[in-house]
DNA sequence: AAAATGAACAACCGCAGATCG
DNA sequence: TCGATCTGCGGTTGTTCATTT
């Protein structure tokens, strides 16, 4: 069967975009609004494919665009964001006001990347690049659990997976002392195994990962919200999966979708931000409960 | 000064999910 | 319910610029 192409391709424009083509895309948009990039080349009068269109808007002409270097702290949110979200680049920019996915995309390929392995950590698993046994050990555990909480995964959790996080959610949890624990301990108190447990990484790690970096994941919003006091959750329920992705998306997330999702996926540790010591309850320094929940 | 090499970034391509009729 | 279409995402490629030899 197979598809039509998304525009005709023997009049259409490639390459880089001309001032000219610029101008024409910003006054079409400014005046009829972004939408319907299939048919907007037409009525704006330009050469190119409305997929063309839309990133060359997205990526280089909106006006809330932040150009220039990325700080520090980007940084850091980045590789924090990456380590629990993997390469869903749309869900990090979304966290980063003005910056594109495509921007940050490249940017983790040319500078974050080599930087973490400079540092002797594996910029996909975010672990000690000569850990690999672990690696692949505490993976095989998380998948075996049917890794509840997998964010690297696209595929929105499961009803079962999604009834394991209601079960550890709304649960108070304060830091132990236990500064002995690495980064990625898994002392988790249910079923982890015991060759489950990761290598502790290096401290190296723990400033890459920046555990004490709080991102205001939950928007500041209480627990106690209406939403999460009042509704009753029914953990199949595939509006609250919804809500969890929406949430990851800032433009769809509602103040209450965040708060049901940040309760129901994030250990409060992570709130409070402390991310730097092992968590009595999650288990963790990342304030995610642990797929040994599921 | 010129060529070679590498880094950075913009843009393209193909695919998958969402939406609509 | 199903197929067609649209949109958005992530991977990859191509081009430009900077640095090194």
Redesign the pocket.
Known sequence: ?G??P?CE?AHT?????TKEEDQRLINYIRAHG??????LPKAAGLL?????C???W???LRPDLK?G?FTEEEDDIIIKLHSLLG?????I?GRLPGRT???I???W???IK?KLISRGIDPQTHRPLNSTTAVAVTTTAIVGANACLDFRN??PPSKESTNSINETTNNLCMPTKDNSSSVHDTKCNSTTTEESRPTPPPPEEENAASHALDLELSIGLPFQSNYTKNASFNSSSSAESKAFFDFL?PEKATPSTAAVVVARAMCMCWQLGFQNQVCSNCQSYNGLYRSSYC
Do not use: F, P, Q, V
Request: charged share 35%; hydrophobic share 20%.
């Open positions: 069967m598809r039509s998304c391709k424009n490639k390459g880089a975009w972004e939408g319907c990039w299939r048919s190119r494919c409305g997929k063309s839309r990133l060359r997205i990526n280089y150009r270097n390469n869903k680049w749309s869900l920019a996915d495509n921007e995309k490249n940017y390929n040319t500078h080599r696209s595929t998306r």
